[in-house]
């Protein structure tokens, strides 16, 4: 099954992954099921928008508005009770609530969709993180990544789409030979969390792309199959999320010397690296490390991703009704007017109520009108209400991340006299030609 993180197609599909966007930050990932086309017995995805019926979901446009379903005439949706509108968002619901009044919009997922979505079996690395991670690791179509400790999947995906250059299982032996198909070899050592990965991996059409190894990497190290004698993932790049990524690190030597057959890493190029910590005296013990091995090229950086929010700002007591405005005074006058308006009105009140009058009644028994309050900045000025107040800007401080610390290195390819000498041999350097071009013309 082509993967819908990859190959989402134009529509959402039965037994496909999609994500059901309910508010910014929040959605839904909800596999739609075809397979009970009984309306009084059809799964129904429980929002707080309403019901949807996995048969309103299938086979939509990618982002459709999707309209909720009225309340179905059978015993649960009559049954139905109200809950709290938290509690509501759910992709399977024993119980309809009986409000059908909204809408949601249905997406392919995505590995940042994903990220945002995902059941959290572990702490997770953000895509803020991941994006900068997979750049600095020369991520590209066709090259291989180690990946430890799997965790809840977050940065697999990310890493599945920059690897992939198509399915090794649907091509035919021939273009097999030739291509280098993408891979992420990815290792984690809670039983649990590997299987649940692999699962949602083969959910989502991933299997081909990601080989998931249940596995303690600090003793065993990074080769496929049996931990000494397994074959060599051949990889570009590591990413260790792992609480001691320097105890791993001496299983990702060009020579190794723990009894492993060969080398997990891929002897003809550079291999990227990239540790994921917490604390600074992880880094200096990763560095440290690093350095004994032989890795080049070594820094450490954290990713402070802000979302940045630009906006105006529009104080004053007459912005009443406008969106986003702050009904405050924006100045003392304005401040004292209106305490001034409310003690006046206070007076009035007083001395009706002393006269026995109703306050909305005049003397006479009249309805009295409402008095509008003309002091608003709609009847004073021409100015339209978007360019109202003051542009601001403000940095949201709810975003989504964890603190981490990368450390990068670069551990170059292996090379020896003989390289060197064939190297010099084809490209000669600039000195190497004019020697030779002087020694010709003698
Ligand atoms: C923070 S989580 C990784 C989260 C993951 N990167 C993600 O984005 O979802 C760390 C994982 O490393 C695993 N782990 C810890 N020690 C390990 C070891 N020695 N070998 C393999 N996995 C290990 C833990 O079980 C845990 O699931």
């Known amino acids: 099954m082509p993967s819908p993180f990859l190959n989402p197609g134009a529509r959402s599909t039965a037994n496909g992954l999609s994500l059901l966007h309910l508010r910014r930050d929040n959605l839904l990932p909800v596999v739609l099921d075809a397979s009970d086309a009984d309306p009084s017995t059809e799964k129904i995805v429980t929002t707080r928008f309403g019901p949807f019926p996995h048969s309103t979901l299938l086979n939509k446009t990618w982002g459709s508005q999707i309209a909720s379903s009225n309340p179905p005439s059978n015993k649960r949706g009559k049954k139905a009770l109200k809950r709290k509108a938290d509690d509501l968002d759910s992709t399977e619901a024993d119980d309809v609530p009986a409000s059908a009044s909204g809408f949601i919009h249905i997406f392919p997922p995505t590995p940042e969709s994903w990220t945002s979505s995902l059941p959290h079996r572990t702490q997770v690395v953000y895509t803020p993180d991941y994006s900068y991670v997979l750049h600095r690791l020369r991520a590209r ?152 091995l032989g890795w080049l090229s070594i820094s450490m950086v954290e990713v402070n991703q802000r979302r940045i929010d630009v906006r105006r700002e529009l104080y004053g007591l007459g912005n009443e009704g406008v969106r986003g405005a702050v009904q405050f005074p924006k100045s003392v006058d304005e401040a004292i007017g209106k305490l001034r308006s409310e003690e006046d009105k206070m007076r009035e009140y007083r001395k009706l109520q002393k006269e026995g009058v109703n306050s909305n009644t005049d003397t006479n028994g009249n309805e009295r009108a409402v008095k509008e309050d003309d002091n608003t900045d709609e009847a004073k000025n021409e100015v339209p209400v978007y360019q109202r107040g003051r542009l601001i800007h403000r940095t949201e401080p709810d975003l989504k991340t964890h603190t981490s610390y990368l450390v990068f290195a670069v551990l170059p390819r292996p090379w020896s006299e003989e390289e060197e000498r064939r190297c010099r041999e084809r490209w000669p350097s600039r000195s190497e030609r004019n020697g030779e071009a002087a020694v010709k013309t003698e």
């Open 141 to 292: 179509p066709g090259c291989t990544i180690i990946e430890a400790g799997a965790g809840s999947g977050s940065f697999t995906h990310a890493a599945a789409r920059a690897v992939f250059n198509g399915y090794s299982s649907a091509s035919s032996p021939k273009s097999k030979k030739r291509t280098r198909f993408g891979k992420v070899c990815s290792f984690e050592f809670h039983a649990q969390r590997a299987q649940k990965i692999r699962e949602e991996l083969a959910q989502h059409g991933l299997e081909d792309v990601v080989h998931t190894t249940h596995r303690d990497v600090y003793s065993d190290g990074f080769l496929l199959g049996d931990p000494k004698t397994g074959k060599s993932p051949r990889a570009n790049a590591v990413f260790l999320d792992l609480p001691a990524p320097w105890l791993a690190l001496k299983h990702l030597v060009r020579n190794p010397a723990d009894g492993a057959a060969v080398s997990p890493l891929d002897p003809s190029s550079p291999v990227f690296i990239c540790t994921f910590s917490p604390c600074m005296e992880q880094v200096q013990k990763t560095i440290s490390t690093l350095r004994q």
